[in-house]
Nanobody, 118 residues
Framework: QVQLVESGGGLVQAGGSLRLSCVVS????VGWFRQAPGKEREFVAA????????LYADSVKGRFTISRDNAKNTVFLQMNSLNAEDTAVYYC???????????????WGQGTQVTVSS
């Protein structure tokens, strides 16, 4: 059973930064997704198990950075220049294949709330 535990969410002012962490029990491709109230879950960023490749949604490109430390079984999402549209519950998820589709991610964390005040 793969377990994922997110942390690092909170309340931040617009223009500020947060770093989310996701501890994963195993080495898999990991994606970050977010879901705002009344909206569908959307892809944010993903990183291969080897960390050789990363992908970003256009809405976060240049502001967010995904990285991982496999020695610590942890994947990070550094979020800079946050704005109100980034407010959502953020989830990390693990997949056995390289994909950005949430339907292909089998294992999910419980989510962490990120709120950006304008």
């Amino acid at each position: 059973q793969v377990q994922l535990v997110e942390s690092g969410g909170g309340l931040v002012q617009a223009g500020g930064s947060l770093r989310l962490s996701c501890v994963v029990s195993g080495v898999y491709a990991v994606g970050w997704f977010r879901q705002a109230p009344g909206k569908e879950r959307e892809f944010v960023a993903a990183i291969r198990a080897s960390a050789s490749t990363t992908l970003y949604a256009d809405s976060v490109k240049g502001r967010f950075t995904i990285s991982r430390d496999n020695a610590k079984n942890t994947v990070f999402l550094q979020m800079n220049s946050l704005n109100a549209e980034d407010t959502a519950v953020y989830y990390c998820a693990a997949a056995r294949v390289w994909t950005t589709s949430p339907t292909n991610y089998v294992y999910w964390g419980q989510g962490t709330q990120v709120t950006v005040s304008s």
